[in-house]
């Protein structure tokens, strides 16, 4: 059984640029991660491909939109967004593509295209996923991933969100059982 698997989490401006290195694979080396096989990474596609730097991208768009900032402010959500193993296997690169260009969609619509930084597919690794970086920014032009993400409860029904736009897609994909029924560590 194959489950859709979205993820988030808020970063502040000092963590931006450690994820970029390892999303825009700009690191020799990963010793934190194995998994990385660099000889794989040509393979890696952008469905959004940044124009600058994380940090540059996300402050001209503050900018652009006039937020507040302070000091200790949420200006990115990092997402990653994959099915479990099995959905993969045996999955042409065409496939593969398309079910991330259908996720990528997702995303567009739910926090706005124009707040995406980067949307990155990454075949480099056991299994393959997509990070996507976005400027949590309401249509009011507030910076606030309280509002946009909802805490964890609105996690959940982003996740949900998820699930169907996905399996109006593919039709084999799973909802997982969320973490508070289940109690999983």
Known sequence: ?????????????????????????????????PDIDLSQS???????????SYRSMILQ?????????RKDSVVMQDSICT???????????QDISVFFRMAYRFYAKTFGEENILSAVVHLDEK????????????????????????????????QDLFYEHMVYHFPDIKRGIPKRISHRE
């Open 61 to 69: 768009r503050i900018e652009e939109v006039g937020c507040k900032v």
């Open 1 to 33: 059984m194959a489950y859709a698997i979205m993820r988030i989490n808020k970063c502040k401006m000092g963590a931006v640029g450690r994820l970029e290195k390892h999303h825009e694979r700009e690191k020799e080396k990963y010793k934190s991660n």
């Open 127 to 158: 299994s393959p996923h997509m990070h996507v970086c976005f400027v949590p920014i309401t249509k009011d032009g507030r910076l606030s991933s309280k509002s946009i993400i909802g805490g964890p409860s609105g996690l959940v029904k982003l």
């Open 42 to 52: 040509h393979n890696n596609f952008h469905l959004k491909t940044p124009t600058g």
């Open 83 to 93: 099915a479990s193993p099995e959905f993969f296997e045996g999955k042409s690169l």
